[in-house]
């Protein structure tokens, strides 16, 4: 998956990537996934996704604010989904969190590029963009939830070579 970093200048790596924002928002809503209905505290859900309490508390009340989540004050408190998994799409997780997604200063700003009546690539960028709101859109969290229960059966291939590395070396 590749966005735009669009508002923040906090990257990851190079300037056509997911924002670390919108990946701990998609960390957070699928760990809650995962947790179905139950109501689950900030600090389970910050050790589980291996995401600072305070940073990921900032962006669940975003996504709380969505309506994507809904946040219990108090005793017991914490945060829970919104909607069931299905209905809550990847895109809307990383729109919530990013806002709209834009490829160039044109596509936001109609006019205000002099060529871009005549630029060949406007329309391109305009057809990346749709297309990634487009491949998103389709892939609710449930998905996702299914996808890490194949992984989780499958294992990690490179570290099952390991684990059998440090047997056979203890082995020999």
């Given at each position: 998956m590749v966005?735009i970093?669009?508002?923040?200048?906090e990257?990851?790596?190079?300037?056509?990537?997911?924002t670390r924002a919108?990946?701990?928002?998609?960390?957070g809503?699928l760990y809650?996934?995962?947790?179905?209905?139950?109501?689950?505290?900030?600090?389970?859900i910050?050790?589980?996704?291996?995401?600072?309490?305070?940073y990921?508390?900032?962006?669940?009340?975003?996504?709380?604010k969505?309506?994507?989540l809904?946040?219990?004050?108090?005793?017991?408190?914490?945060?829970?989904?919104?909607r069931?998994?299905?209905?809550?799409t990847?895109?809307e997780?990383?729109e919530?969190?990013d806002?709209?997604?834009?490829?160039?200063?044109?596509l936001?700003r109609?006019?205000?590029c002099g060529m871009?009546?005549?630029?060949p690539?406007?329309?391109?960028w305009?057809?990346v963009r749709?297309?990634i709101i487009?491949v998103l859109?389709g892939?609710?969290?449930?998905?996702?939830?299914k996808a890490?229960?194949?992984?989780?059966?499958?294992?990690?291939?490179?570290?099952?070579?390991?684990?059998?590395?440090?047997?056979?070396?203890?082995?020999a």
């Amino acid at each position: 998956m590749v966005i735009i970093v669009n508002k923040s200048s906090e990257r990851l790596g190079s300037d056509l990537q997911v924002t670390r924002a919108a990946d701990y928002a998609v960390r957070g809503v699928l760990y809650l996934a995962s947790a179905g209905s139950r109501v689950t505290f900030i600090k389970d859900i910050s050790k589980g996704t291996m995401v600072p309490e305070k940073y990921l508390a900032k962006i669940l009340q975003g996504l709380t604010k969505a309506g994507i989540l809904r946040s219990a004050r108090g005793v017991g408190g914490g945060f829970s989904l919104g909607r069931s998994p299905k209905e809550i799409t990847l895109w809307e997780v990383v729109e919530a969190v990013d806002g709209p997604l834009w490829l160039t200063p044109c596509l936001e700003r109609p006019g205000e590029c002099g060529m871009q009546d005549e630029c060949p690539t406007t329309d391109v960028w305009d057809r990346v963009r749709k297309d990634i709101i487009s491949v998103l859109t389709g892939i609710n969290f449930q998905d996702l939830l299914k996808a890490q229960s194949i992984k989780r059966q499958n294992g990690n291939p490179a570290k099952k070579a390991g684990g059998a590395m440090k047997k056979a070396g203890r082995q020999a």
